[in-house]
């Protein structure tokens, strides 16, 4: 089942432009992730952030995790056509082994 | 880094026959592959946990006897689709765990580029 919201569904952007997708979730977590999927393939991972850190960068994404709030980012700086893709939370939960995704957020950045 | 082959890529089939799609870890041994199913402009939703050298765990609404899971090996896991009907068309994805992890709670997952399946 899915324990995650993504907002927006959809985002539209010119190049070079910042884009960021936001994440909800329901219960306590050990971990969080990021990942992205090009239109007919498989998943990409992109980054992990631990219940205990707030904010995690890798090139030029940003990740931040409220779990006050129950939440986490993702900020991609200077999007380039290249970026146009599906981005999916997925967190993992207690004992559980599997990840729950989120709905996703599909990302369009207009050369 | 950790590659995840799965194949075929797609397949199309007639009512009624049975599909098979491989899951393979390449360059690492993966003790638990997870089996998805994704419909069109949708996330992803978890079929079962491929457990090697036992038996999957599905979840709940999966038909067991219709998704046959088996992972034989530390590098290969397969679904099965039985006596397929047009309603099983979609694209499946396996992902898979690396085994060798201090936590497997902070491991990443590694995906196959998934198999788009249509039955006609």
């Known amino acids: 089942s899915q324990q995650g919201e993504e907002d927006p569904q959809a985002l539209s952007i010119q190049e070079g432009e910042n884009a960021t997708m936001n994440c909800s979730y329901k219960?306590?977590?050990?971990?969080l992730q990021w990942y992205r999927q090009n239109s007919g393939r498989g998943l990409v991972h992109l980054i992990l952030i631990r219940s205990n850190e707030r904010e995690k960068h890798s090139g030029r994404l940003r990740v931040t995790l409220d779990t006050s709030k129950k939440s986490s980012s993702l900020l991609i700086t200077a999007s380039r056509a290249a970026d146009t893709a599906s981005y999916f939370c997925a967190t993992l939960s207690g004992s559980a082994r599997q990840l729950t995704f989120g709905s996703g957020t599909q990302l369009t950045v207009l050369p | 880094g950790a590659v995840v082959s799965q194949h075929p890529s797609w397949v199309i089939c007639k009512s009624g026959t049975s599909v098979k799609i491989e899951c393979r870890s390449l360059d690492f041994q993966a003790t638990t592959m997870f089996w998805y199913r994704q419909f069109p402009k949708q996330s992803l939703m978890l079929m079962a946990t491929s457990n090697e050298g036992s038996k999957a765990t599905y979840e709940q609404g999966v038909e067991k006897d219709k998704f046959l899971i088996n992972h034989a090996s530390l590098t290969l896991s397969t679904l099965t689709v039985t006596s397929a009907h047009p309603e099983d068309s979609s694209f499946y994805i396996c992902?898979?765990?690396?085994?060798?992890?201090?936590?497997?709670?902070?491991?990443?997952?590694?995906f196959g580029n998934g198999t788009r399946l249509t039955v006609t």
């Open positions: 219960t306590s977590i050990n971990n």
């Open positions: 992902s898979a765990q690396a085994v060798d992890r201090a936590s497997s709670y902070n491991s990443p997952l590694h």
